[in-house]
């Protein structure tokens, strides 16, 4: 039998139940000695005896009766809040809490976020878009998204995209009056679509070739902070924009925008699911991971 950490109670009831000492053991799946010492333990700490004993009976006293009267509704209340609270459903339900940057989360709509919201129809969702980073456990959610250089090492990461590249893109009329930059060094020559991080300051464009590594400050035309907004001023031709490769890839393919400079746009990790340790993970959240990793698995590879 499960043992809850209230054996001493669940003892007394049993051999109040059977009037035998042997029989609560044979119930409860322990030994007859053992049940005579939790009885014995618990009379010591109350400082009163529960039970008359005989050779051939066991009856409870005036106290015991009292005590057991008043112990078995608390006990079997006990019990039932163990059982549902570890019972884990067939659908889950109840809210999940995520905390992710701002454009990842139309970015993951389709199909993740749907399909939960279709098969989970008891779940429901709640997810704070902020570029802050922030402590997920203190502030009370089950998972944030983060790209993966970001994930604390205290946490568990699922991947949610594949390495991701950022790219320095134009269109080609800007190209066409500005010219084509070969180099960092070239950059300084053209205006850019700024990027306005978290912690105030303006983005500098990280760029490696070589193990040659570049941080470049590009004179930026229009600063703004969300990626989806650098790439609509990119493709209003303003000037050169470093993005991601996840913003842009069916502009480049249709010809909208021209990626620049490739060979100095290292990947790097993509966007995780990161959540505090592998125990008692609810049942919610894993939900969300396992339909992360269906949706992973049924891709294309490329």
């Given at each position: 039998m499960h043992?809850?950490?209230?054996?001493?109670?669940?003892?007394?009831?049993?051999?109040?139940?059977?009037?035998?000492f042997r029989a609560a053991a044979r119930e409860l799946g322990m030994s007859a000695t053992a049940v005579s010492n939790a009885v014995a333990g618990l009379e010591s700490r109350l400082k009163v005896r529960l039970f008359n004993r005989s050779t051939r009976s066991v009856a409870l006293t005036p106290a015991g009766e009292r005590y057991v009267e008043r112990i078995a509704p608390?006990?079997?209340?006990?019990?039932r809040a163990s059982e549902e609270i570890t019972a884990v459903p067939d659908t889950p339900t109840g809210t999940l809490?995520?905390?992710?940057?701002q454009e990842s989360v139309s970015m993951l709509y389709e199909p993740l976020i749907e399909e939960y919201l279709q098969r989970y129809p008891q779940m429901r969702l709640e997810i704070t878009s902020e570029s802050r980073m922030v402590d997920i456990v203190a502030e009370g959610y089950d998972a944030g998204i983060r790209l993966e250089e970001s994930v604390p090492q205290d946490m568990i990461a699922v991947s949610l995209t594949p390495d991701i590249r950022m790219l320095v893109v134009a269109t080609p009329a800007y190209l066409a009056e500005h010219g084509t930059p070969l180099s960092p060094d070239d950059l300084r020559q053209h205006q850019s679509v700024g990027m306005r991080m978290a912690h105030g300051g303006i983005y500098h464009w990280e760029l490696e070739r070589h193990q040659q590594?570049?941080?470049?400050?590009?004179?930026?035309?229009?600063v703004l902070n969300e990626m989806r907004a650098i790439r609509?001023?990119?493709?209003?031709g303003i000037g050169l924009a470093f993005?991601?490769?996840l913003f842009v890839q069916e502009d480049i393919a249709a010809g909208r925008l021209v990626s620049v400079m490739a060979e100095w746009c290292q990947p790097f990790g993509g966007l995780r699911l990161y959540y505090p340790g592998r125990r008692h993970v609810p049942p919610g959240l894993k939900a969300f991971i396992d339909l992360i990793r269906e949706i992973r698995d049924r891709a294309p590879t490329p």
């Open positions: 043992r809850s950490g209230f054996t001493e109670l669940e003892v007394v009831l049993a051999v109040a139940h059977r009037q035998s608390a006990l079997a209340e006990i019990q809490r995520i905390n992710a940057p590594k570049f941080s470049v400050n590009v004179p930026p035309r229009i609509r001023a990119a493709l209003s993005i991601s490769d």
